[in-house]
Protein backbone atom coordinates (compact mmCIF):
# COMPACT_ATOMS: atom_id res chain seq x y z
CA UNK A 1 0.00 0.00 0.00
CA UNK A 2 1.29 3.46 -0.91
CA UNK A 3 1.81 5.93 1.87
CA UNK A 4 -0.77 8.48 2.47
CA UNK A 5 0.04 12.04 1.41
CA UNK A 6 1.27 14.54 3.67
CA UNK A 7 0.04 18.15 3.96
CA UNK A 8 2.38 20.09 6.31
CA UNK A 9 1.23 23.48 7.74
CA UNK A 10 1.53 25.72 10.85
CA UNK A 11 -0.48 24.32 14.00
CA UNK A 12 -3.69 26.57 13.25
CA UNK A 13 -6.05 27.15 10.53
CA UNK A 14 -4.71 29.84 8.22
CA UNK A 15 -4.07 28.85 4.38
CA UNK A 16 -3.76 25.37 5.22
CA UNK A 17 -7.14 25.29 6.40
CA UNK A 18 -9.05 25.45 2.95
CA UNK A 19 -6.68 22.77 1.76
CA UNK A 20 -7.34 20.33 4.55
CA UNK A 21 -11.33 21.14 3.74
CA UNK A 22 -10.78 20.02 0.58
CA UNK A 23 -9.12 16.68 1.45
CA UNK A 24 -11.77 15.70 3.84
CA UNK A 25 -14.02 16.52 1.14
CA UNK A 26 -12.51 14.37 -1.36
CA UNK A 27 -12.39 11.52 1.82
CA UNK A 28 -8.39 11.78 0.96
CA UNK A 29 -6.58 9.83 3.85
CA UNK A 30 -3.52 12.28 4.33
CA UNK A 31 -1.27 12.79 7.25
CA UNK A 32 -1.83 16.08 8.91
CA UNK A 33 1.73 17.24 9.78
CA UNK A 34 1.71 20.71 11.44
CA UNK A 35 4.63 23.08 12.50
CA UNK A 36 4.39 24.68 15.90
CA UNK A 37 3.84 28.15 15.04
CA UNK A 38 5.86 29.35 18.35
CA UNK A 39 9.16 27.13 17.79
CA UNK A 40 10.03 28.13 13.85
CA UNK A 41 13.19 26.66 14.07
CA UNK A 42 11.33 23.49 13.76
CA UNK A 43 10.64 24.22 10.32
CA UNK A 44 13.24 26.38 9.39
CA UNK A 45 15.61 23.35 10.17
CA UNK A 46 13.33 20.83 7.87
CA UNK A 47 12.19 23.13 5.10
CA UNK A 48 15.81 22.89 3.11
CA UNK A 49 15.30 19.16 3.02
CA UNK A 50 12.46 18.88 1.42
CA UNK A 51 13.26 19.31 -2.18
CA UNK A 52 10.51 21.55 -2.51
CA UNK A 53 11.09 23.95 -5.68
CA UNK A 54 9.22 26.63 -3.13
CA UNK A 55 10.03 25.63 0.63
CA UNK A 56 7.11 27.32 1.59
CA UNK A 57 3.95 25.85 3.49
CA UNK A 58 1.55 24.64 2.59
CA UNK A 59 2.98 21.90 1.28
CA UNK A 60 1.99 18.99 -0.29
CA UNK A 61 4.13 15.54 -0.84
CA UNK A 62 1.87 12.85 -3.02
CA UNK A 63 4.36 9.80 -3.20
CA UNK A 64 7.58 11.53 -5.29
CA UNK A 65 5.88 14.32 -6.13
CA UNK A 66 6.25 17.58 -4.02
CA UNK A 67 4.34 20.96 -4.29
CA UNK A 68 4.50 24.08 -2.09
CA UNK A 69 1.97 26.81 -2.26
CA UNK A 70 -1.82 27.34 -0.92
CA UNK A 71 -3.45 27.14 -4.67
CA UNK A 72 -0.90 24.79 -6.63
CA UNK A 73 -1.52 22.48 -3.60
CA UNK A 74 -5.16 22.89 -4.12
CA UNK A 75 -5.15 23.08 -7.68
CA UNK A 76 -2.95 19.73 -8.14
CA UNK A 77 -5.57 17.35 -5.79
CA UNK A 78 -8.60 18.41 -7.68
CA UNK A 79 -6.89 17.89 -10.93
CA UNK A 80 -6.07 14.21 -9.29
CA UNK A 81 -8.86 13.78 -7.55
CA UNK A 82 -12.15 15.55 -9.00
CA UNK A 83 -10.86 17.55 -12.36
CA UNK A 84 -14.04 18.49 -12.65
CA UNK A 85 -13.87 21.60 -9.89
CA UNK A 86 -10.95 23.06 -12.21
CA UNK A 87 -13.59 23.11 -15.35
CA UNK A 88 -14.71 21.59 -17.55
CA UNK A 89 -14.21 23.64 -20.55
CA UNK A 90 -11.83 27.34 -21.08
CA UNK A 91 -14.48 29.31 -19.61
CA UNK A 92 -15.44 27.31 -16.61
CA UNK A 93 -11.37 27.18 -15.98
CA UNK A 94 -11.43 30.90 -16.09
CA UNK A 95 -13.74 31.11 -13.75
CA UNK A 96 -12.41 29.15 -11.31
CA UNK A 97 -8.93 30.97 -11.51
CA UNK A 98 -10.84 34.54 -10.91
CA UNK A 99 -12.90 33.18 -7.99
CA UNK A 100 -9.20 31.73 -6.72
CA UNK A 101 -7.60 34.77 -7.54
CA UNK A 102 -10.05 36.57 -6.05
CA UNK A 103 -10.01 34.91 -2.84
CA UNK A 104 -6.42 34.78 -2.22
CA UNK A 105 -5.83 38.22 -2.92
CA UNK A 106 -8.68 39.41 -0.89
CA UNK A 107 -7.27 37.14 2.14
CA UNK A 108 -3.88 38.87 1.93
CA UNK A 109 -4.93 42.15 2.54
CA UNK A 110 -7.17 40.97 5.22
CA UNK A 111 -4.74 39.74 6.82
CA UNK A 112 -2.37 42.40 6.50
CA UNK A 113 -5.00 44.48 7.64
CA UNK A 114 -5.59 42.51 11.36
CA UNK A 115 -1.71 42.23 11.44
CA UNK A 116 -0.98 45.54 10.63
CA UNK A 117 0.99 45.17 7.42
CA UNK A 118 0.45 47.32 4.12
Not at 16 to 40: Q, S, W
Not at 64 to 93: N, P, W
Request: hydrophobic share 40%.
Amino acid sequence: MADKPTLAYWNFRGVGNPVRILLAHLEVDFEDKRYDIANRESWDGEKETLSLRFPNIPYFIDGDFRISECQAVMQYICAKHRREYLGRTLEEQARAWEVSSFFDDNLWKTLAKLFGGD
